[in-house]
């Protein structure tokens, strides 16, 4: 375990587990339709591709790009859109996938931002979902874990752009962030 992380909470193999049920979920729910499945940038990015390899149907991917977090662990509360996909959403239905569903602002807002531009039928996938920290109202239509309110790394999930590429997901320690000394992100 890496010297960072107090606490393992979702082991390589449980995430693989918990990621083919889903993906036998949404190929049984989205069955025969026009699906494009939309990862935030960064932290979509491991799910995304251990789910589209659980979902045999037809499918495109797409990627989005969303900033909220300046420094630290608190979400800025301001989210910009950074890239916008180039493809015509319209007709087609929207799987959107997070790491984490955490205040709900940013799921909230691309998803605004993505019916604004046409798209009618948006769903939403997350990996995790640390309810107690909800301040907008959304649920997620498929959620990986539950999460108490931790801040957690790895599988996607950053502090200050490290820790993504741990292979399971764990509690950061405390003292990596102590002092509120992230780097600007
Ligand atoms: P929200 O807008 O507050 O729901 O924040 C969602 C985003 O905040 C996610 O896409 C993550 O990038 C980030 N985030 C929230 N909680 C955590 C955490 O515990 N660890 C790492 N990133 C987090
Ligand atoms: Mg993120």
């Known amino acids: 375990m890496h010297?960072?992380?107090?606490?393992?909470?979702?082991?390589?193999e449980a995430i693989r587990a918990r990621i083919a049920?889903?993906?036998?979920?949404?190929?049984?729910?989205?069955?025969?339709?026009?699906?494009?499945?939309?990862?935030?940038?960064?932290?979509?990015?491991?799910?995304?591709?251990?789910?589209?390899?659980?979902?045999?149907?037809?499918?495109?991917?797409?990627?989005?790009?969303?900033?909220?977090?300046?420094?630290?662990?608190?979400s800025s509360g301001t989210v910009d859109i950074k890239l916008f996909p180039s493809c015509d959403l319209r007709g087609k239905r929207l799987l959107l996938l997070d790491d984490i569903l955490d205040t709900g602002r940013t799921l909230k807002r691309v998803s605004d931002a993505l019916r604004d531009r046409g798209a009618d039928d948006i769903r939403t996938c997350v990996l995790l979902d640390k309810k107690a920290r909800r301040a907008v109202e959304i649920e997620a239509d498929y959620v990986g874990f539950?999460?108490?309110?931790?801040?957690?790394?790895?599988?996607?999930?950053?502090?200050?752009?490290?820790?993504?590429?741990?292979?399971?997901?764990?509690?950061?320690h405390e003292r990596c962030y102590a002092g509120g000394q992230a780097e600007q992100i």
């Open 146 to 172: 539950e999460v108490d309110d931790h801040f957690v790394v790895g599988y996607g999930l950053d502090f200050a752009d490290h820790y993504r590429n741990l292979p399971y997901i764990g509690v950061l």
């Open 3 to 12: 010297e960072d992380i107090k606490e393992v909470l979702y082991t390589e």
């Open 21 to 74: 049920e889903l993906g036998a979920q949404i190929t049984r729910d989205y069955a025969g339709d026009r699906l494009v499945l939309m990862a935030m940038l960064k932290g979509g990015l491991m799910l995304i591709s251990d789910l589209v390899r659980c979902i045999p149907s037809k499918l495109e991917i797409e990627f989005i790009q969303p900033s909220s977090y300046g420094a630290g662990t608190e």
